[in-house]
C-alpha cells in the first residue's frame, strides 16, 4: 500500500475511515496506533518525490525555477554560516524570542528543501541539529509566560503561532528524514514534533475544534504530522474533529467558513490568511490519500477560495473591506500557495498571469509547473469579470457584489450587502466603492493601523479602528441621525444581514440591488447599484439609487469618501477659513473636521443637479452628480458637507482623507447619483482634456416595481436606465414596460439601458 | 558651396559673417538679399539628407526605430483623412483656434517627416495644402484680439506661440520643399514664411532681441527661417539681434541665460522648457554652418545645460524648485530632443540610459542612433553625483548645490543657494530638500497651479501661488518674525544673491555652505548642509546646521515639510482635538492649520534632542533629531509647532502638506539637525524593521573658523563631522584640528567624518 497515493480510484480507506471513531479513545491514549494503509515515502506533504526528480532535473536548466532556486540556496548558505540558536520562550509578538523561532521555522523549511534538491548532508546535517535542540528545549516548556488565554502557546505567545511553527517544522522534518537515522527520528518526534502535536490537539482541544483559522493551523499542522509520522488516527481527528464527531475540524471547516462562492466572511483581508492552512493541509491530503478527492469537495470549493481571494483585488491590492491593511495583494505568500497549487490541480493559464505578478516562483512540484508555464509564456489574462459573491454558509447571508468590466485597472464597483463578518467586520452594510485606471476613487479606509509598528499603538489595531474605521461614517453608506448601523453593537449586527433582492451581470451592464431594515429602527434602506458602459459615448459610469424608508423624520447622512484633489463643485461652498471645528462628537463623526458647507436647498442655480468634480492621481477627473431634491419652503433641509479626518487624533493616527456628505433632513428620501470618469489631466505632457462633466441632467422615475433613471448629457443624448425590481423570478426574457413623458418603453430583464432616441 | 555643411574645417564664411553688419540696414528693407553660401539641400534643419537616408533604410528593419516610424505613420494617416482646417485666430490660450494652430503645426511636422521617410506624395500634398491655406489667411490677420500687450502675435494670443509655430511650420516646409513647385513655393514664402518672420523679427524687435526663452523661440524661428529661404541676414539677426549688435540674439542668449555649469536661474522646470528652441537651433546651425562649431561655444554651454537638465532631476522628476509643477520629468518633449541632439553629438553611452526612460524614439538622424543604441543594448548607467550648480552668467551669483550617491533613487540632497530666479523665484534662500528611495522625504511644495484646469483659476497660477507657495513658510528655510525674504519683495530678491563659501564632494562626504545678511534687516543666517555616507552602519544621513545671527531678539521658525505619516516624536505634542486656528494671518501663515504645539523647553524628557519619526509611502522610517538648546529658564522659548496646508483656502487649492516648525526666541541661535533615513515597513509581507531612530545624541562644537557635529548612535558609535570654515582656499590637503573634551581631532581638507573611537 505504499505507493496508494499514486493509484487512482477507491481504495479500501474509505471503509477503514468510517470504522476509525471506535479506536480514537484508546489512540489518544497511546498515540502509536497505525493503520497500515497510511505509511508514506518522504518527502510527500506539499512536494513529494516526484517533484523532486523534477525540480532536481529543472534546477539544471536555465530559467525561471533555477534562478529561484539559487536565490533561495544563496539565502539558506548564508543561514548556514550562522550559529543555531533556539532561545527559551520569553517575549510576546515582535520581540526577540518570538521572531527567533519564527525565522528558526522558515530556515528549516527552505533549508530542507535545499536538502532534497541538492543532495548535499551539510543541510540536513543544519536542520537536524535544530530540530535536536527543539527536541531538547521542547518538554522542557510550560506554558509561555506572555500566553494569551484563549489560545496559549509553548514556544510562541499564542497556540496560533505554534501551529504555524509546526505546520512548517514537520514539512522541514519530512524533507530531512531519509537523512536521519532511526534513534534521530525518534529523538526528534518524541521530543519535539509529538509533544508540539498532541499540544495543539488533545492539550487544545477549544482551539483544535474550533471552526475558525485558528483551527484550520492547528488541525494542518497535526494532520501534516500524522502523515509523516504514519499516525492517521492524527489525521482522522485533524478532518473530523479530536472525537472524529464531525462537530469540528478541517472539514467542518470546509463546510462553514467559506460560502459556496468562496468567500471567507471577514472578506478578503483575512481569506487570504486563512488561505494558507487549507491549501497546504489539503495538499497533504491530495498527495497522501487522493482518493478523498479533497479539491472537489463541496464543488470544489478550495479551488473557488483561491481564485475568488484573486478575484476579490483590484490592480494587484485586495479589496480593503472590514478590517483590512490596503497594502495586501495578490502577492502575498499566502496566494502565491493558493495559485501555485491551483495551477498544479487544473492548469489554468489565467492563473499563470496572477503567478507573473507575484514574482515569487516556490520551490515545489507546483511552483516548478508554475515557472514552466511562465518560461513557455503559456499565460492568458486572469478576467476581472463582474461577479455575485454569496455569504454564509449556505449562501443565504448576504452577498458582495463585484462589477468590473474584465482588466484588472478597469472601472469596478465593490457593493458590499454581505454579513458583518465577525469581529473585524465593520458597520458598514450597502457601502460601496469605485475604482478606475488603477485606483480608489470612492473608497473604504480599511483598518486603522500599522502592523508591527510599535510607537503606533504596539502594531495592534489601534483606537481609531474603534472611534472610527469600523463606524458607519467611515464608509460610504447611510448614517441615520449620526448614529451608525446596529448602534454599532456587534452582536446584533451579526443577527442581522442585509438581503440581496437581485444580481444582474450581461454585457455592458451589472447590476444589484440589496436592502436591510434591522440596521436602524424604524428606517429601512435599499441599495441599487448598476456600472454601465455606454459604448457610443466611450463610457463607463456608475448609478446609485439609496432609497430610504422611515416613520418619522431624520437626518440621513451619506458620504462619499474620494480619492483625490477637489477640482469644483456645481454650487456655492461656504468654507470654514480660519477656525475648524469638528463635525460632531461620537459614532467617528468626532474625527472629522468640517471644511465647509453648501445649502443645496438655497442654491438654485445648481438646477437640482449637484456635481462634485475631483482629480484623482491617476489623471482622471471624477464627477459624483446626485439629485437634489430640494423643497424650496424648506431652505436648510438639503446640505453637503466638505469634511476631512483629523479631529479627536492625539497622536496623529489617521491619513488626511477627505469626504463630502449629503444631508437630507426628511421622512423617506430617494439618493439618485451617478459616479462619471472623464477627461485626463496630464501636466507633463501640457494638455487638459474633459476637465468638466458631461451630465446634464437626472430625471428618477418610480413606477410599482418598476424604477428608471433618465441621463441627459450636455451634448443632448439621453439614456434610460430601467428596473425591474419584481420580487418574483425575472428572467432576461421578462419583459417590462416603463412610462415616462407618455412614451412607453419596453425592456427585458432585471434592468436595461435605453438609448431614448432610438424611440423617437 | 551647396554642400559646405559636410565639409570640415575653416571656410571664407568667418569672413563673409564680419562683414554682414554693413548691409544690416539695406536687408531689412529689401528682403531679398541672399548671400551665395547659404544656400543649402533640404531638408537641412534639424534632419538633413544623410539623416532621411539612413532613417529611410532604418524603417525596413525590425526595431525601435520602426516601431516608432508606424506609430506616427499611423497618426498621421488618420490626421490626413480628417479636412483641414486653418481657422480665423479668435480664442486665447485653451480655447478652439489656438489648440487648434497647435495641432496644426504638429501635424505639419509629422506629416512632413513621413513624407520624407516614404516619399508618398499624398504626404507632401496635405501639408502644401495646410500651408496654402496659412499662406492666404496670414496676410489677412491683424493682431490677434485676445493679444497680451507685452508679446503679441496674430495667430495666437501671444507671440511665444507665433514663434513654436514658425520652429514648427518651416521644418515642414523645408520636408516638402523639394515637392513643390516654384509657384507653390513662392506663394507660401510670401503668404505665410516671410510675414511670419518679418513679423516676428522686424516688427516685434522687443521679443526678438530680448535676452529671454521668448526671445530664443522667435530667434530660432527667424535663424530657422534664414536657412530654409537661403536668407542669411535672417541669421545673422538671429544670431546677433536686429541690428547684428550683439546686444541680444541667439549667441547673447547662449552667454546669459545659463550659469557656466549650465544652470538656468528660473531652475529646472523652466530650464526644461527653454532648451527646445535652444538646441533646435542650435541643431540648425551645426548641420548647416558647422564652422560656426555652436555647440562647442562657451565651453560646451548647449550640452552643459542638457545634462544638466537631466542632473537637476530625482527618480525621473525635477527637483520643484520656484514655480514648478511636480509631474514633470525627464520624459518631457523638451529633454526627448536635447538628450537625441546630444547623444548625436557626443554618443555618450550614459545619456541612452536616460534615453530609455524615456520611451520616445524621435524620428531624426539623432532619434535613429539613439534606437540603435538602444537596441543595440549600449547603455550605461547615468550618473547621478553630487554637483554644484553655480548661479549667474558669471558663476557667482550664488549656487544650487545637489548631493546625491550615485543613482537616481539613492538618497539626495537639494541645497537651494541660488539668486532668486526672477518672477517665477521663490522666496526661499537657503532651503533644502532630502530624498530617498525614489521619493521626496523633506521637500518643496513646488507651484500652486492645475496646468490647463479651467475650474482651477483658468489653469494659471493660482492666488496660492503668491500667499503660499513662493513665501519662506513654504520652504524648508529660516522665516524671521513671520516676514518672508526680502518681505516677500521681488525687485530686492533679485538683486541679492547668498554666497556660497565652500562646495567640497569626496567619497561618503559631499558638503557645502552658504550664508545670505540681505533677506533681513538685522538677521544673517549661514547653513551648512553635508550628506554622508557612514559606510560602517550601513546609513547614509543628513546634517544641517544653520547658525542665525542678529542684532536683537526675533522669532525664528525653521519648518520642516515632510513627506508621510507622522509615527512619533521623543516629546510630548498638545493637539488640537476639537478646533484649529490658522496658525498666522499674513505671509503664508494664514494658509497653515495648527495641529498640535509641544513646549521642547519644558519637556525634560527630550533630554535636548528632539525628535519626529515619520513613514514615507516609499515604505521607510525617516527621523528628524534637532537640538534643543533648552533655556530652562524660560519655558516658552523654544516650540514645535504641528501644522498642516489648508486654512484660508476656499476653494480647496492648496494640497494636504503636513510639516513640523521648530520656533525660538531668541537673538543669536544655531539649529542642528540630523536627518535619518531607517527601518522598513513592510505590511504585504508582514515585518517592520527600525521604526526607531539610531541617533541617541548630538553636540554642537564651535571653535572660530571650526565646527564640529558630534553623533552618538543607539548602539554607542560616536563620530565627528568637523568642519574648516576658512575663508581663504582650503584644499583636499589642508591639515586642520579640533579639539573636543580635551582630545585633538586632526582632519584635512572642507570636512571628514571621524570614527571617535579611533583616537582612543
New interface residues.
Given amino acids: 500500500m505504499k505507493n496508494f497515493n499514486i493509484a487512482a480510484g477507491v481504495s479500501p480507506m474509505t471503509h477503514v475511515i468510517k470504522q476509525a471513531g471506535k479506536i480514537a479513545l484508546l489512540a489518544s491514549m497511546t498515540c502509536a496506533i497505525s493503520l497500515p494503509v497510511m505509511a508514506a515515502q518522504h518527502p510527500n506533504l506539499v512536494i513529494n518525490q516526484q517533484d523532486v526528480t523534477a525540480m532536481k532535473q529543472a534546477i539544471t536548466q536555465p530559467g525561471s525555477f533555477q534562478n529561484a532556486f539559487n536565490t533561495t540556496q544563496s539565502n539558506v548558505d548564508k543561514g548556514l554560516a550562522q550559529p543555531i540558536e533556539v532561545p527559551v520562550p520569553k517575549d510576546a509578538g515582535?520581540g526577540y524570542t518570538h521572531e527567533k523561532h519564527k525565522s528558526n521555522y522558515q530556515q528549516m523549511y527552505d533549508t530542507g528543501i535545499i536538502y532534497q534538491l541538492t543532495g548535499d548532508k551539510k543541510y540536513a546535517e543544519y536542520v537536524k541539529d535544530m530540530l535536536l535542540q527543539y527536541a531538547t528545549l521542547y518538554p522542557t516548556l510550560p506554558l509561555h509566560p506572555m500566553r494569551k488565554s484563549n489560545n496559549e502557546g509553548k514556544l510562541f505567545w499564542q497556540g496560533l503561532n505554534e501551529a504555524v511553527w509546526l505546520v512548517h517544522t514537520i514539512q522541514a522534518y519530512d524533507f530531512i528524514y531519509d537523512a536521519l537515522t532511526p534513534a534521530e527520528r525518534n529523538t526528534i518526534e518524541t521530543g519535539a514534533i509529538i509533544p508540539a502535536a498532541l499540544f495543539l490537539s488533545e492539550q487544545s482541544p477549544h482551539t483544535f475544534n474550533k471552526v475558525h483559522n485558528h483551527g484550520t493551523w492547528a488541525t494542518a499542522a497535526v494532520g501534516m504530522s500524522g502523515y509523516v509520522l504514519d499516525k492517521p488516527l492524527w489525521v482522522e481527528r485533524a478532518l473530523y474533529d479530536l472525537n472524529l464527531a464531525k462537530k469540528g475540524g478541517f472539514m467542518r471547516q470546509l463546510d462553514e467558513l467559506f460560502s459556496p462562492d468562496g468567500y471567507y466572511n471577514e472578506g478578503p483581508y483575512y481569506q487570504r490568511y486563512a488561505l494558507m492552512p487549507f491549501v497546504t493541509f489539503a495538499k497533504a491530503i491530495e498527495q497522501n490519500e487522493p482518493q478523498r478527492k479533497i479539491f472537489q469537495y463541496r464543488e470544489g470549493i478550495l479551488l473557488k477560495a483561491i481564485t475568488s481571494t484573486v478575484e476579490l483585488s483590484y490592480n494587484k491590492l485586495f479589496f480593503p473591506l472590514n478590517d483590512a491593511?490596503k497594502?495586501?495583494?495578490i502577492?502575498?505568500?499566502e496566494l502565491v500557495n493558493g495559485v501555485a497549487i491551483a495551477y498544479g490541480l487544473n492548469g489554468d493559464p489565467r492563473l499563470l498571469d496572477i503567478a507573473q505578478q507575484q514574482h515569487n516562483i516556490l520551490l515545489t512540484g507546483d511552483g516548478l509547473k508554475v515557472a514552466q508555464g511562465l518560461d513557455n509564456k503559456l499565460q492568458q489574462p486572469f478576467p476581472f469579470v463582474s461577479t455575485l459573491f454569496r455569504d454564509g454558509q449556505q449562501g443565504d447571508d448576504g452577498a458582495l457584489v463585484v462589477m468590473r468590466q474584465g482588466k484588472a485597472t478597469d472601472q469596478a464597483i465593490v457593493f458590499k450587502a454581505t454579513a458583518q463578518g465577525l469581529g473585524h467586520g465593520h458597520f458598514d452594510k450597502l457601502t460601496w466603492q469605485f475604482y478606475d485606471a488603477g485606483n480608489e476613487i470612492v473608497s473604504d479606509y480599511g483598518a486603522a493601523r500599522?502592523?508591527?509598528?510599535?510607537?503606533?499603538f504596539g502594531?495592534r489595531y489601534l483606537p481609531e479602528n474603534e472611534s472610527w474605521a469600523k463606524q458607519t461614517i467611515a464608509h460610504n453608506t447611510l448614517i441615520v441621525d449620526e448614529k451608525s448601523h446596529f448602534n454599532g453593537k456587534l452582536k446584533a449586527a451579526n443577527k442581522n444581514n442585509p438581503t440581496l433582492h437581485f444580481y444582474s451581470a450581461k454585457q455592458d451592464l451589472t447590476i444589484a440591488s440589496a436592502s436591510i431594515d434591522t440596521a436602524y429602527d424604524d428606517v429601512a434602506f435599499k441599495r441599487t447599484l448598476a456600472l454601465v458602459n455606454i459604448k457610443q459615448r466611450d463610457a463607463v459610469i456608475g448609478i446609485d439609487i439609496m432609497r430610504v424608508t422611515a416613520n418619522k423624520p431624520h437626518q440621513y447622512d451619506l458620504p462619499v469618501h474620494y480619492q483625490g484633489?477637489?477640482?469644483?463643485t456645481n454650487f456655492d461652498?461656504q468654507?470654514s477659513?480660519?477656525?475648524?471645528?469638528?463635525l460632531g462628537t461620537e459614532n467617528g463623526y468626532?474625527h472629522l473636521?468640517l471644511?465647509?458647507t453648501a445649502n443645496l436647498a438655497k442654491d438654485k442655480a445648481a438646477n437640482k443637479l449637484a456635481k462634485v468634480?475631483w482629480?484623482n492621481d491617476n489623471g482622471h477627473f471624477y464627477t459624483h452628480s446626485t439629485l437634489v431634491n430640494t423643497n424650496f419652503n424648506n431652505a436648510t433641509n438639503e446640505q453637503m458637507l466638505?469634511t476631512?479626518l483629523?479631529?479627536?487624533?492625539?497622536d496623529?493616527n489617521l491619513?488626511?482623507q477627505?469626504s463630502f456628505i449629503h444631508r437630507v433632513n426628511a421622512t423617506n428620501h430617494t439618493y439618485v447619483s451617478v459616479m462619471e470618469p472623464h477627461g485626463e489631466?496630464n501636466?507633463?505632457?501640457?494638455?487638459?482634456l474633459e476637465?468638466?462633466s458631461n451630465i446634464a441632467g437626472l430625471i428618477h422615475h418610480q413606477q410599482a416595481e418598476l424604477e428608471a433613471v433618465q441621463i441627459r448629457f450636455t451634448d443632448g443624448q439621453q439614456y434610460l436606465l430601467a428596473i425591474n425590481h419584481a420580487d418574483n423570478a425575472v428572467t432576461q426574457e421578462t419583459q417590462s414596460v416603463i412610462s415616462v413623458n407618455g412614451v412607453q418603453y419596453p425592456f427585458s430583464g432585471r434592468a436595461e439601458l435605453l438609448d431614448i432616441k432610438e424611440f423617437k
Same sequence: chains 1, 2.
Fill in positions: 515582535g491593511i497594502s495586501k495583494g502577492d502575498t505568500i500599522f502592523l508591527n509598528v510599535e510607537a503606533k502594531g484633489q477637489l477640482i469644483d461652498r468654507a477659513l480660519t477656525q475648524l471645528s469638528a468626532q473636521w471644511l465647509a468634480t482629480l466638505f476631512q483629523g479631529a479627536n487624533d492625539p496623529m491619513r488626511q477627505q489631466y501636466p507633463s505632457k501640457e494638455y487638459t476637465a468638466t
